[in-house]
């Protein structure tokens, strides 16, 4: 008998990639691909490799992860895993310089339902930085509702309020 079994490699793979990831990513990246390459890796754990890849800096590879898994695992995922590679997607728009088509990324999840801390502060970015005020203190306001406690919520709606003069 192969030890450890086919089946189990990716996830064993997996928790090594994830573990040696924080102290060496390059190291962890290796173990993570490698988990991967045997083609059983489950998509949510594709998913947090995607993320880890543009955490990093490797867009290209991010994006073609997430495209892949989404369009070809879909039906094992759910559908806020499905929300999560979406808002992944964006920021990969957003740093590739497309920032409109991040905002409408964004837009589009918030329109499906998807609200967490990281969705109000991110598009709150977006609009900070696409110069949308108006929508960006709206937006910033209803994230501060929603954690009021949040640092870049909190930087956000301190920024929309420099941007328009209004110091009290």
Not at 47 to 57: E, H, I, K
Not at 87 to 106: C, F
Request: include cysteine; charged fraction near 30%; hydrophobic fraction near 35%.
């Amino acid at each position: 008998m192969e030890y450890p079994p086919k089946n189990f490699k990716a996830q064993i793979y997996t928790i090594i990639g994830r573990r040696k990831y924080f102290s060496d990513h390059d190291e962890g990246f290796k173990w993570l691909q490698k988990a991967y390459a045997t083609g059983k890796m489950s998509p949510q754990q594709s998913l947090v490799y995607a993320y880890l890849l543009l955490r990093d800096g490797h867009l290209d590879k991010a994006e073609r992860l997430i495209t892949s898994v989404v369009f070809q695992k879909k039906e094992k995922l759910t559908e806020s895993n499905i929300l999560a590679a979406d808002l992944n997607m964006a920021i990969v728009k957003w740093k590739k310089n497309d920032l409109k088509g991040a905002i409408e990324k964004m837009e589009d999840v918030y329109a499906r339902g998807y609200r967490s801390t990281v969705h109000y502060g991110t598009l709150g970015s977006f609009y900070i930085m696409n110069n949308q005020l108006e929508r960006a203190e709206e937006f910033c306001l209803e994230g501060f509702d929603f954690n009021s406690s949040d640092a870049s919520i909190r930087d956000n709606l301190g920024l929309v309020y420099i941007k328009k003069g209004d110091f009290d």
